[in-house]
T-cell receptor, first 114, second 114 residues
Framework: KQEVTQIPAALSVPEGENLVLNCSFTDSAIYNLQWFRQDPGKGLTSLLLIQSSQREQTSGRLNASLDKSSGRSTLYIAASQPGDSATYLCAVSLVETSGSRLTFGEGTQLTVNP | NAGVMQNPRHLVRRRGQEARLRCSPMKGHSHVYWYRQLPEEGLKFMVYLQKENIIDESGMPKERFSAEFPKEGPSILRIQQVVRGDSAAYFC????????????FGEGSRLTVL
């Protein structure tokens, strides 16, 4: 059974700091990995999608890497801003499951202090 | 350029009543997924549907819960005889492709059972 773990569970940093969020998964037979952002009481916003054949994706101040063989992904946020405060979720799509069904981690709750 | 639309955003029901949650996928998307987020827990997969077909309902409780995605109209998640433990945020997501598709989520429907 696929398990997705995110470390740390919560993180508080001062504005301007570069930071790394970690995600690990137990089954390396994945189609892709997605990073999402969830604001309190809101839905999920897709940040980055990495296909299993890719090593990384970048969007603005965000960079996500994928090491499928070791079952790890990192989300790097450069020059963090208070507006980055949210819960960040990592999710994987497994080869053995149907469609693009995702298995989610518990999330990292990020607070960026002004 | 409407995203995934869910309604109602908030729903209050008394124990024993029925709850109907609706989801219109992004334009052109024929794959719909329902997820549930219980308070202080991560997102859990419930059901995956394509037009007029249930592909995978392995995450949906066997009793009281049902889902459909008719040829015309939105996908419906129906919960009969609701209990307090059904209180949660229910998220719908859609994708363009079945296997490697990026999932796009709606804002969620928050069900409160009194």
């Amino acid at each position: 059974k696929q398990e997705v773990t995110q470390i740390p569970a919560a993180l508080s940093v001062p504005e301007g700091e570069n930071l790394v969020l970690n995600c690990s998964f137990t089954d390396s037979a994945i189609y892709n990995l997605q990073w999402f952002r969830q604001d309190p009481g809101k839905g999920l916003t897709s940040l980055l999608l990495i296909q299993s054949s890719q090593r990384e994706q970048t969007s603005g101040r965000l960079n996500a890497s994928l090491d499928k063989s070791s079952g790890r992904s990192t989300l790097y946020i450069a020059a963090s801003q208070p507006g980055d405060s949210a819960t960040y979720l990592c999710a994987v799509s497994l080869v053995e499951t149907s469609g693009s069904r995702l298995t989610f981690g518990e999330g990292t709750q990020l607070t960026v202090n002004p | 350029n409407a995203g995934v639309m869910q309604n109602p955003r908030h729903l209050v029901r008394r124990r024993g009543q029925e709850a109907r949650l609706r989801c219109s996928p992004m334009k052109g998307h024929s794959h719909v997924y329902w997820y549930r987020q219980l308070p202080e827990e991560g997102l859990k997969f419930m059901v995956y549907l394509q037009k007029e077909n249930i592909i995978d309902e392995s995450g949906m409780p066997k009793e009281r819960f049902s889902a459909e995605f008719p040829k015309e109209g939105p996908s419906i998640l129906r919960i009969q005889q609701v209990v307090r433990g059904d209180s949660a945020a229910y998220f719908c997501a859609s994708s363009l492709h079945s296997i490697t598709g990026e999932l796009f989520f709606g804002e969620g429907s928050r069900l409160t059972v009194l």
